[in-house]
């Protein structure tokens, strides 16, 4: 009996030991090193099948604290890097540009975000002539151009979808640092500025152009019931809203219809560097905001960890998260589409001093992520080509159409799905030679040059034709001559002086001699201008 009781204390003892190493453990393990290799983020893997090859390896190390820091934690799985270039390469490109949209006589500056209303016209947010800089904000988050007073024109413009023609336009005298904007559905217009460090609420077309409500101090960066250059606005259809707050703050907060708070998440993992693994709930600068509304969803674009992580909208619960090698390592918006069982619609963004790694190979381009498979469908881009800078991107309900606004090249790009866009006729291309959709079909369609050549049926009609006309011309001729010379048009006598006379007609010679109408068919559609694109330096976001 004693040697049971002995047994059983000896046994509570080493499970009290075991249970203190394993606090330990726990306490220990979010210290993960800023240098950890692939993958960049921790993954959600089932710990139970190593349990007992953990709980060894803390046993073996329980004889005196150094022991337990000279344990090898387990680290994540290794995953093969694979060759980016190659890999991106064999993308399908499934929208086609349209170089020719929006308008001409559209002036813009810096675009940052981009949106519809309820009359699906496209909203964007522009800096006009402000360009955020190194010395735009010192160390404290304070604006240092307060000065020049709020943007002179209209910030805001809506553009119609077909031609990109002004509809209307306001936000003058406003703003300073413009950064995201979004229209809920009652048409109302949230917009965040970075400079004044506030979201504000404006009824349908700006109004009056006086906010509804008005969120954070102006020029006063904070934390609590302030904001730090917040970045972007997500509404629910009650009304509810969630910030993302944003350079400084690193959180998500979610109010009421009234502007009450709720609850807020997250935390920074950015001080000057990124970290190679990401844990859940931490952002590098959430830059972006979409809902899935299907799945009760609210996700963000974790800019500077090149990914995008869900919450559950109803409590911020984390759901789950979305990132790709191809992408790399700085995701700057995403835009959310049910199409084809659901999609986000991602813009990276290109390399920087934040997060850089010079082995990485990197390009700019837009992406189509199943939510479904986690898998990248395909990409776009300007003519196929890549982005310089680009910042916020929106897509219509029905996957059919994106918009992507960029920084520099100060711009608004327009895709459309391929399938909706038909190739022009020839004689249609000739009277514009500066169609989008014929050029964009052309880059999407012939990556060569491809040359035309006439059907058998058509080179027969044309030779009858020839024939026809040679004919006639030939017959008129004869009848002229002989008219000259005072011979009758009819008789036999008379056609045997007139062929006699003759010095051998030649239908061949004639046609040589006088054919000087006839022009080879232009088959050929001719070649659009391109657009030469000037690389400008990287600008703050």
Known sequence: MHSTDRAKCLGSKSM???????????????????????????SNVDNNSNNNERLQQILKGSGAVSGVTQ??????????????????????????YQNAWPANNVKLGAVTAVSFDKAGNVVIFHRVDRI??????????????????????????ALKPSTGKVQYDWGKNFFYMPHGLTVDPEDNVWVTDVAMHQVFKFPPRGGDGKPLLTLGEAFQPGTLRKFCKPTSVAVLDNGDFFVADGYCNAR??????????????????????????????????????TLVPE????????????RVQCFLSSNGTFHSQYHN??????????????????????VNGPTAELGIHPEHYNEVHGFVLSMRSKQLVSKFGP??????????????????????AELNPMRIHKFVHR????????????????????????????????????????????????????STFALALIFARRRKRGCFPFGARSRRHAWEKSEGFKLGGLLDRDRNGFEKLDQNASDEEQETKTLASAQFA
């Open 16 to 42: 009290a030991i075991c249970c203190l190493l394993l606090h330990l453990f726990l306490f220990l393990r979010p210290a993960v090193s800023q240098t950890q290799s692939s993958p960049r983020y921790l």
């Open 132 to 157: 955020w800089g190194q010395t735009t904000f010192d160390n404290r988050n304070q604006y240092q151009e307060k000065y020049r007073g709020p943007i002179r024109e209209s910030t805001i413009l």
């Open 252 to 289: 998500i907060l979610k109010y009421s219809r009234a502007g009450q708070l709720i609850l807020f998440w997250g935390q920074n993992t950015f001080s000057g560097i990124s970290y190679d693994v990401a844990p859940q709930n931490f952002f590098a600068i959430p830059h972006a905001l």
């Open 71 to 96: 344990l090898n934690w387990p680290q994540p799985p290794k995953q093969t890097i694979p060759d980016v270039k190659t890999e991106l390469a064999k993308l399908n490109n499934t929208y086609v």
């Open 419 to 470: 399938s909706l866009v038909k190739p022009m006729s020839l004689s249609a291309t000739k009277d514009a030679p500066s169609s989008a959709i014929s050029q964009a079909v052309a880059d999407e369609q012939a990556p060569s040059q491809t040359v035309h050549h006439p059907s058998g049926k058509a080179i027969l009609v044309a030779s009858l034709m020839l024939l026809f006309a040679g």
């Open 295 to 306: 799945l009760d969803l609210l996700c963000a674009a974790d800019r500077e960890n090149g």
């Open 325 to 346: 090698q191809l992408i790399g390592d700085r995701l700057f918006s995403m835009a959310y589409t049910p199409a084809a069982g659901g999609q986000l619609v991602i």
């Open 383 to 404: 003519n196929n080509l890549e982005f310089k800078n680009p910042h916020d991107v929106a897509v219509t309900a029905d996957g059919n159409e994106i918009y992507v």
